[in-house]
Nanobody, 117 residues
Framework: QVQLVESGGGLVQPGGSLRLSCAAS????????MGWYRQAPGKQRERVAL???????NYADSVKGRFTISRDAGKNTVYLQMNSLKPEDTAVYYC???????????WGQGTQVTVSS
């Protein structure tokens, strides 16, 4: 069973940057699209970025131009570079592979991102 481990979160001031990492326990990126998701308190989980197995990316309107998803297949890791962070970006961030209306893998523990002055 594939395990996903997110890391890189923390407390950052508005306008700051963070780079999140999602490490998979084995090679999966060549066959799966991978997404970064976030869940803020009292809100539903939402997808913020996606990278397909072919390398195509897309982003939620709320993060377009500020966040960049990328991957390193050799390291089985997907990244989320987050720039110009806003307080509304505060959430727990997760990664997973969307599949047939659901998700292919169990959720990891996520990584907390807090944007506050």
């Amino acid at each position: 069973q594939v395990q996903l481990v997110e890391s890189g979160g923390g407390l950052v001031q508005p306008g700051g940057s963070l780079r999140l990492s999602c490490a998979a326990s084995r090679s999966i990126f060549s066959i799966n699209a991978m997404g970064w998701y976030r869940q803020a308190p009292g809100k539903q989980r939402e997808r913020v970025a996606l990278i397909t197995s072919g390398g195509t990316t897309n982003y939620a309107d709320s993060v377009k131009g500020r966040f960049t998803i990328s991957r390193d297949a050799g390291k089985n890791t997907v990244y989320l570079q987050m720039n110009s962070l806003k307080p509304e970006d505060t959430a727990v961030y997760y990664c997973n592979a969307p599949y047939s209306g659901g998700y292919r893998y169990s959720w990891g523990q996520g990584t907390q991102v807090t944007v506050s002055s």
